[in-house]
T-cell receptor, first 115, second 112 residues
Framework: SQQGEEDPQALSIQEGENATMNCSYK?????LQWYRQNSGRGLVHLIL?????REKHSGRLRVTLDTSKKSSSLLITASRAADTASYFC???????????????FGKGTLLTVNP | ETGVTQSPTHLIKTRGQQVTLRCSSQ?????VSWYQQALGQGPQFIFQ???????GRGNFPPRFSGLQFPNYSSELNVNALELDDSALYLC???????????FGEGSRLTVL
């Protein structure tokens, strides 16, 4: 089942512009993470934001989390051609009644940065 | 520090066959999670192993099974392969069962 949904599905911008991707989810979470994937390769962790945090920065990345709206956004500033990739949000939640854990991914946003 | 490694990188099987995929976790990590990623989709959680025990399972049939070894490496086995099993299989390791995941490059399985 899909917990997170990214929006837009695809985004094309020029180098130097900012890119904003959004993620919505359905149930309460412990944390939300953003990952990047280059063309069918492994995923790379970008940033983790906990449910009690509202904003986090890492280099050119800025992530916000609004638990009341069950949504998050990822902002990449001053984009570069090398930022071209798929970006996924993933939510960590503890299913009720047990200690089983899973990280649930959305379908991703394909970002293309044109030189 | 050695990262997560997966083997094989690519393989082709026919319907009904069985496949074993292998994963070496990153040094110091005791948890391995397996994901299936179909083309154009996000990764779907198959299961997780923590200290050699299954610690959670997604919505996959029993013909998907796994193991974790004392050195925390892991195997994913799929029996009676179906065409829809064609996908990129991703292994990720972590310290304990929460937080950031470190992914391997994946094993791309094609079922004909």
């Amino acid at each position: 089942s899909q917990q997170g949904e990214e929006d837009p599905q695809a985004l094309s911008i020029q180098e130097g512009e900012n890119a904003t991707m959004n993620c919505s989810y359905k149930t309460s979470i412990n944390n939300l993470q953003w990952y990047r994937q280059n063309s069918g390769r492994g995923l790379v962790h970008l940033i983790l934001i906990r449910s009690n945090e509202r904003e986090k920065h890492s280099g050119r990345l800025r992530v916000t989390l609004d638990t009341s709206k069950k949504s998050s956004s990822l902002l990449i500033t001053a984009s570069r051609a090398a930022d071209t990739a798929s970006y996924f949000c993933a939510t960590e939640m503890m299913p009720s009644g047990g200690s089983n854990y899973k990280l649930t991914f959305g379908k991703g946003t394909l970002l293309t940065v044109n030189p | 520090e050695t990262g997560v490694t997966q083997s094989p990188t690519h393989l082709i099987k026919t319907r009904g066959q069985q496949v074993t995929l292998r994963c070496s976790s990153q040094s110091g990590h005791n948890t391995v999670s397996w994901y299936q990623q179909a083309l154009g989709q996000g990764p779907q959680f198959i299961f997780q192993y923590y200290r050699e025990e299954e610690n959670g399972r997604g919505n996959f049939p029993p013909r998907f099974s796994g193991l974790q070894f004392p050195n925390y490496s892991s195997e994913l086995n799929v029996n009676a392969l179906e065409l829809d099993d064609s996908a990129l299989y991703l292994c990720a390791s972590s310290v304990d069962w929460i937080g950031e995941l470190f992914f391997g490059e994946g094993s791309r399985l094609t079922v004909l």
